[in-house]
């Protein structure tokens, strides 16, 4: 059973900063691209950052210059450095893993979802 599990959200004044934590655990063959996606009361969830196996890096443009995404493959860690946060960056953060499966049956992809972590800026 493979599990997501986010940390670091929480409540910040508008310009400060925040790291999310995002731990993969289960038993997993190897990850391929981990993201973070947001979702704000009343609004679709979107994508805010993803990297790859390779570490190329992709942002929205509404937290480019802001915010980082990185990794740690031997960890099976992701995190996400956001700094000159805003009240609209407000939402749930959602922690995703494209991971590789490997078993009896063969090997195979499959997409995991954390709960989500809380992140409130106030203005």
């Known amino acids: 059973q493979v599990q997501l599990a986010e940390s670091g959200g929480g409540l910040v004044q508008a310009g400060g900063s925040l790291r999310l934590s995002c731990t993969a655990s289960g038993v997993i063959f190897s990850i391929n691209a981990m993201g973070w996606y947001r979702q704000a009361p009343g609004k679709q969830r979107e994508l805010v950052a993803s990297i790859t196996s390779g570490d190329s890096t992709n942002y929205a443009d509404s937290v480019k210059g802001r915010f980082t995404i990185s990794r740690d493959t031997a960890k099976k860690m992701a995190y996400l450095q956001m700094d000159s946060l805003k009240p609209e960056d407000t939402a749930m953060y959602y922690c995703?893993?494209?991971?590789?499966?490997?078993?009896?049956?063969?090997?195979?992809?499959?997409?995991?979802w954390g709960q989500g972590t809380q992140v409130t800026v106030s203005s």
């Open positions: 995703t893993a494209d991971v590789i499966l490997s078993d009896i049956y063969g090997r195979r992809s499959r997409d995991y």
